[in-house]
Every structure is written in structure tokens, then in C-alpha cells.
């Protein structure tokens, strides 16, 4: 079974400054993508970025960007000029291709904005 | 567009009786979801639906059962609540793979305590 690993339980961050956030997976299909969530305190889950895995080209979006690294199934999510609204839980999540389609989270990162 | 709700937002029951969590989408997305989060952990797939009148196990099955009798509409039974389905839960849906965008669209939660 696929599992996904968030080592970083909680993490702090200067507002402004950079943070990485950690994910690991274990998988043995070739075709799958990862995705990053954030929840903030209202709950909702909203996604901040997804990556392919046949694309070797790391996905960015606006201040978020990943580094993905498919030998070693490491897909960090890196969060650049930090700002307060980032604060909330960070999930990482793995989804095969095919099948029911469903989502493998990890147990996520409480990311901590200090002003 | 609404995306996916849920009803209710809030619950609280007693050991014992039953209810029933209704999810919506007006996305006319094929595959529907319901996951189930606790403290310190990711979010867990319950069960799952591909299409109008199938359903499917996800992980913890166990103590649900589901419905999908309207393609808009997956509903998540407890027949007969236990403490332990007290947890946070999200219905998701998304289109059929292969159509369009391949992430999946959360509700806002409903929170359910069982005493």
C-alpha cells in the first residue's frame, strides 16, 4: 500500500522568509501525481500545488514551488516571502493513476507564520 | 457554482443513534468521496463512488455505509454511532478521469461528536 510520510509535525517561519516543508512517499507504480493541501483554521482544504510524476520539471505556483526528487520519492513543498494568511496545516497527498482515483495523505505540518 | 457542500456543519449525538451526512455537487463530477480526519492525522478515505448508483470501500469502512442514488448527491450513513466516529468529515468529488482538471474538490467538513 502507498504511504506518505510527513516528518515535520510543526514548523515556524519569519514572516517574509523562506520555509520548506518535508514528504516522503513509498509507492511502487510509475504513474502518479502529488499534491500539496492546505487547511487553514476554517477547515476547508484548498490546494496549493500538484506535481505529475512524469514531469521532471518542478511545479510552481506564484510564492509556492516544490522540489521533486522521484528516486529518492521526496516532493518538498518550499514557501517563498512567508506571509501571515499562510499559516494553517500543510498535507501532502499521493494519488495513483487509475483506479478509484482516491487520495493518500500524510499526517501533515502545522506551519506557524511569526510576524 | 456552489462546488461541493455538506450538510450538516455541526453534530452531536448520542451512542447509539444513527444519522446521515449529505454531500452535494453541482460540478456534475463523476467520482465522489468521503474521508473522515482526526486529531494528528491526514484525512482517510471511508468510501468511494465512480458514478450513479456504484459504491465502493475505501480504508475504514467500517460502521458506514453510503449511497449514491443521484449523481450530485453521496450520502454517508452511521447506523448506529460509536465515540469513536467522532472526527471532522469531508466529502470530495471530482471528474472523470481523463476529462479535464485531475484534482479533487473538498466541502467545507462537518464536525460530529459522539458522546
Known amino acids: 500500500a502507498q504511504t506518505v510520510t510527513q516528518s515535520q509535525p510543526e514548523m515556524s517561519v519569519q514572516e517574509a522568509e523562506t520555509v520548506t516543508l518535508s514528504c516522503t512517499y513509498d509507492t511502487s507504480e510509475s504513474d502518479y501525481y502529488l499534491f500539496w493541501y492546505k487547511q487553514p483554521p476554517s477547515r476547508q482544504m484548498i490546494l496549493v500545488i500538484r506535481?505529475?510524476?512524469?514531469?521532471?520539471q518542478n511545479a510552481t505556483e506564484n510564492r509556492f514551488s516544490v522540489n521533486f526528487q522521484k528516486a529518492a520519492k521526496s516532493f518538498s513543498l518550499k514557501i517563498s516571502d512567508s506571509q501571515l494568511g499562510d499559516a494553517a496545516m500543510y498535507f501532502c497527498a499521493y494519488r495513483k493513476q487509475g483506479g478509484s482515483e482516491k487520495l493518500v495523505f500524510g499526517k501533515g505540518t502545522k506551519l506557524t507564520v511569526n510576524p | 457554482n456552489a462546488g461541493v457542500t455538506q450538510t450538516p456543519k455541526f453534530r452531536v449525538l448520542k451512542t447509539g443513534q444513527s444519522m446521515t451526512l449529505l454531500c452535494a455537487q453541482d460540478?456534475?463530477?463523476?467520482?465522489m468521496y468521503w474521508y473522515r480526519q482526526d486529531p494528528g492525522m491526514g484525512l482517510r478515505l471511508i468510501h468511494y463512488s465512480v458514478g450513479e448508483g456504484t459504491t465502493a470501500k475505501g480504508e475504514v469502512p467500517d460502521g458506514y455505509n453510503v449511497s449514491r442514488l443521484k449523481k450530485q448527491n453521496f450520502l454517508l450513513g452511521l447506523e448506529s454511532a460509536a465515540p469513536s466516529q467522532t472526527s471532522v468529515y469531508f466529502c470530495a468529488s471530482r471528474l472523470l478521469p481523463g476529462t479535464g482538471r485531475n484534482e479533487q474538490f473538498f466541502g467545507p467538513g462537518t464536525r460530529l461528536t459522539v458522546l
Open positions: 460540478m456534475n463530477h463523476e467520482y
Open positions: 506535481q505529475e510524476a512524469y514531469k521532471q
